[in-house]
């Protein structure tokens, strides 16, 4: 039977409830299977701060290094804001991107047909969106050199070398060559020189891509696109900041931020998390919503271990729970029938993935 080491980072906040319902998932629709898991637990954010005084010990990337793939909750919160920026949950998080290399954060945003009415736009302007954010991670403007700050002054630099375009360039078009085969590239060119070149290596890189649709759109009119009339999207390739900022904006789209999870690839060892942080306001009462780190788990194994069908069987097991009317309380207003706790979910969509019919 095959064997797969998982490295688990729970984090902080929400970060350890909502892992809990993954790999209850994880070890479900495992069983159908002739695979299982090992997890290995290891620390991360504010509770690694806490115990080690770093909040990314060397044995955290260690660990990571030497797994299949690192399935990760959320770090941060208030409790830490006030330290020094390399001390601060963020930082470590940022670090260990960095360290494992993995460059490309996709994040995918479906409506489902379910949810239709959480979302805060028009239902005949949702419905069918299913696009897919391409956003470079370890670059930027949130690594980019000089920066600093003094009393009245601060600052930071956005910069992107050719080299770290054209390989995030590659990953949006082979995933479009999954998908529709349309890439819209998005950037801020009337405006920035770094965008400029964006643009340029982008356009060679098309050419590799013969049969893919290649569009350019500034940020700020993306912004207002996505919610004009998001369907038009299909995959959104971006940098680093504007690709944060417009994947939490396509996440209402679906409803609610605890719905949409990520990839982070482009590495030997990818990590798997939600788009959401660790929600302090919610943590510990049991009503997160589990379903972006079941999601991202099911990502975890399709895009890392290559377990497509059992992916395809966690993916269909969410698409039920939540057509049968279940609801964590972000979404128990839209068309509940029965309103649940984290654990319920879990417990729920484990049920359903372990089915073993397939
Ligand atoms: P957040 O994503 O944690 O929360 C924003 C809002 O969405 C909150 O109202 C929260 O309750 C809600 N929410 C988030 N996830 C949810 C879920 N699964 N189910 C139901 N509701 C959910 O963002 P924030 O409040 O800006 O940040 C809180 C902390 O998280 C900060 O310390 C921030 O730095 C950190 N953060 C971490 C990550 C990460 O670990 N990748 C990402 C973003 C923010």
């Known amino acids: 039977m095959k064997s797969y080491k998982i490295a688990l980072i729970k984090g902080d906040g929400i970060g350890p409830e909502i892992i809990d319902e993954a790999v209850k998932v994880l070890d479900a629709v495992a069983s159908c299977f002739d695979f299982h898991f090992t997890y290995e637990e290891v620390l991360m954010g504010g509770c690694a701060y806490d115990i080690t005084g770093d909040p990314l010990p060397q044995e955290t990337i260690t660990t990571a290094l030497n797994s299949d793939a690192v399935l990760f909750g959320a770090i941060g919160g208030e409790k830490w804001d006030n330290l020094p920026r390399e001390k601060r949950p963020e930082s470590g998080l940022l670090r260990f991107r960095k360290e494992l290399g993995v460059y490309a954060n996709l994040r995918p945003a479906v409506v489902y047909d379910e949810l239709i009415n959480a979302s805060s736009l028009k239902p005949e302007v949702v419905k069918g969106v299913d696009l897919m954010v391409v956003r470079e991670l370890i670059g930027g403007i949130y690594f980019g050199e000089p920066k600093g700050r003094d009393e009245n002054k601060g600052w930071n630099t956005m910069v992107y070398t050719r080299e770290e375009i054209v390989r995030i360039a590659h990953q949006a078009f082979k995933i479009a060559m999954e998908r529709s085969k ?37 940020v700020d009119n993306a912004a207002m696109q996505l919610i004009r009339d998001p369907k038009q999207f299909d995959v959104m390739l971006t940098g680093n900041i504007f690709g944060d900022i417009l994947s939490d904006e396509a996440s209402m789209l679906s409803g609610s931020i605890g719905l949409l999870p990520s990839a982070s690839v482009g590495a030997k060892i990818g990590v798997y998390e939600p788009i959401h942080g660790s929600a302090p306001d919610i943590a510990g009462q049991g009503i997160a919503n589990p379903i972006a780190t079941i999601s991202s788990a099911s990502m975890m194994l399709r895009y890392a271990l290559g377990e497509i069908a059992a992916a395809d069987k966690i993916d269909a097991a969410i698409k039920r729970a939540l057509s049968e009317g279940y609801r964590t309380k972000d979404l128990a207003q839209y068309d509940a029938k029965e309103v649940c706790s984290t654990s319920e979910m879990g417990s729920i969509i484990a049920n359903y993935s372990a089915k073993c019919k397939h």
């Open 182 to 218: 349309r890439v819209c590239s998005i950037d801020k060119a009337n405006v920035l020189d770094v965008s400029q070149l964006w643009r340029e290596v982008v356009e060679e890189v098309a050419k590799e891509y013969p049969e893919v649709e290649l569009s350019h759109m500034y």
